[in-house]
Protein backbone atom coordinates (compact mmCIF):
# COMPACT_ATOMS: atom_id res chain seq x y z
CA UNK A 1 0.00 0.00 0.00
CA UNK A 2 1.43 3.55 -0.83
CA UNK A 3 2.38 5.67 2.23
CA UNK A 4 2.87 9.42 2.53
CA UNK A 5 5.25 9.97 5.47
CA UNK A 6 5.72 13.58 6.36
CA UNK A 7 8.75 15.24 8.53
CA UNK A 8 9.76 18.96 9.37
CA UNK A 9 6.81 20.60 11.43
CA UNK A 10 7.03 22.34 14.37
CA UNK A 11 6.99 25.95 16.21
CA UNK A 12 8.45 29.16 14.17
CA UNK A 13 8.40 32.63 14.92
CA UNK A 14 6.79 35.06 12.42
CA UNK A 15 9.13 35.64 9.14
CA UNK A 16 10.52 32.42 10.01
CA UNK A 17 11.45 29.24 8.06
CA UNK A 18 10.48 25.68 7.79
CA UNK A 19 11.17 22.82 5.08
CA UNK A 20 8.16 20.18 5.47
CA UNK A 21 9.47 16.95 3.74
CA UNK A 22 7.24 13.98 2.25
CA UNK A 23 8.70 10.69 1.53
CA UNK A 24 6.45 8.60 -0.74
CA UNK A 25 6.90 4.55 -0.44
CA UNK A 26 4.82 1.51 -2.17
CA UNK A 27 3.62 3.21 -5.53
CA UNK A 28 4.05 5.31 -8.35
CA UNK A 29 5.47 8.83 -7.83
CA UNK A 30 6.94 9.94 -10.90
CA UNK A 31 4.30 10.27 -12.81
CA UNK A 32 1.99 11.70 -10.13
CA UNK A 33 1.47 15.29 -9.52
CA UNK A 34 1.99 16.05 -5.55
CA UNK A 35 0.74 18.92 -3.62
CA UNK A 36 0.41 20.15 -0.06
CA UNK A 37 -2.93 20.99 1.58
CA UNK A 38 -3.44 22.53 5.18
CA UNK A 39 -6.21 22.73 7.72
CA UNK A 40 -6.49 25.11 10.28
CA UNK A 41 -9.29 24.78 13.21
CA UNK A 42 -12.51 25.81 11.83
CA UNK A 43 -11.51 26.01 8.50
CA UNK A 44 -11.78 23.89 5.17
CA UNK A 45 -8.82 21.85 4.11
CA UNK A 46 -7.26 23.93 1.33
CA UNK A 47 -5.04 23.13 -1.79
CA UNK A 48 -1.44 25.47 -0.60
CA UNK A 49 0.59 24.54 -3.26
CA UNK A 50 0.95 21.65 -6.27
CA UNK A 51 3.57 20.40 -8.73
CA UNK A 52 2.62 18.06 -11.96
CA UNK A 53 4.87 15.74 -13.24
CA UNK A 54 6.81 17.61 -15.39
CA UNK A 55 7.37 20.35 -12.81
CA UNK A 56 4.40 22.72 -13.22
CA UNK A 57 3.80 24.47 -10.39
CA UNK A 58 0.66 26.20 -9.00
CA UNK A 59 0.11 27.99 -5.46
CA UNK A 60 -2.53 29.64 -2.81
CA UNK A 61 -2.64 33.21 -4.11
CA UNK A 62 -1.61 33.79 -0.01
CA UNK A 63 1.41 31.67 0.06
CA UNK A 64 2.56 32.31 -3.51
CA UNK A 65 6.17 33.62 -3.46
CA UNK A 66 6.77 32.51 0.48
CA UNK A 67 6.24 29.22 -0.25
CA UNK A 68 8.39 26.75 -2.83
CA UNK A 69 7.22 23.39 -3.22
CA UNK A 70 9.78 20.99 -5.36
CA UNK A 71 10.31 17.53 -5.64
CA UNK A 72 13.27 14.87 -6.40
CA UNK A 73 11.96 11.62 -8.37
CA UNK A 74 15.22 10.02 -7.53
CA UNK A 75 13.91 9.76 -3.60
CA UNK A 76 9.94 9.81 -3.87
CA UNK A 77 9.92 12.51 -1.93
CA UNK A 78 8.24 16.11 -2.33
CA UNK A 79 9.09 19.15 -0.12
CA UNK A 80 7.31 22.24 0.88
CA UNK A 81 9.91 25.24 1.63
CA UNK A 82 8.24 28.10 4.17
CA UNK A 83 9.35 31.07 4.24
CA UNK A 84 8.53 34.41 5.80
CA UNK A 85 6.00 32.65 7.91
CA UNK A 86 3.26 34.11 9.09
CA UNK A 87 0.73 33.59 12.23
CA UNK A 88 -2.13 32.79 9.67
CA UNK A 89 0.14 29.96 8.17
CA UNK A 90 -0.88 27.81 11.50
CA UNK A 91 -2.34 24.85 10.53
CA UNK A 92 -2.14 21.02 10.64
CA UNK A 93 -0.01 20.04 6.50
CA UNK A 94 -0.83 17.22 4.59
CA UNK A 95 1.00 15.88 1.67
CA UNK A 96 -1.30 14.14 -0.85
CA UNK A 97 -0.62 12.29 -4.11
CA UNK A 98 -2.78 13.00 -7.60
CA UNK A 99 -4.36 10.67 -9.26
CA UNK A 100 -2.99 11.71 -12.35
CA UNK A 101 0.24 13.25 -13.23
CA UNK A 102 -1.28 16.88 -14.13
CA UNK A 103 -3.12 19.99 -12.23
CA UNK A 104 -5.85 21.62 -13.45
CA UNK A 105 -5.92 25.58 -13.41
CA UNK A 106 -7.11 26.33 -10.28
CA UNK A 107 -6.75 25.61 -7.10
CA UNK A 108 -6.48 21.58 -7.17
CA UNK A 109 -9.52 20.05 -5.18
CA UNK A 110 -8.83 17.43 -2.68
CA UNK A 111 -10.50 14.86 -4.72
CA UNK A 112 -8.11 14.92 -7.38
CA UNK A 113 -5.76 12.96 -5.00
CA UNK A 114 -5.72 9.26 -3.61
CA UNK A 115 -3.35 9.43 -1.08
CA UNK A 116 -2.66 11.14 1.56
CA UNK A 117 -0.06 11.56 4.54
CA UNK A 118 -0.95 11.75 8.34
CA UNK A 119 -0.21 15.46 8.49
CA UNK A 120 2.22 17.64 10.50
CA UNK A 121 1.53 20.90 12.59
CA UNK A 122 2.94 23.69 11.93
CA UNK A 123 2.35 26.65 14.27
CA UNK A 124 3.69 30.66 13.92
CA UNK A 125 3.80 32.55 16.52
CA UNK A 126 5.53 34.93 18.40
Known amino acids: QVQLVESGGGLAQPGGSLRLSCAVS????????MAWFRQAPGKERECVAAINSIGGLSYLESVEGRFTISRDNAKNTVYLQMNNLKPEDTAVYYC????????????????????WGQGTQVTVSS
Open 26 to 33: GGTFSRRA
Open 96 to 115: ARGVRGYLSDFAPPAEDFDS
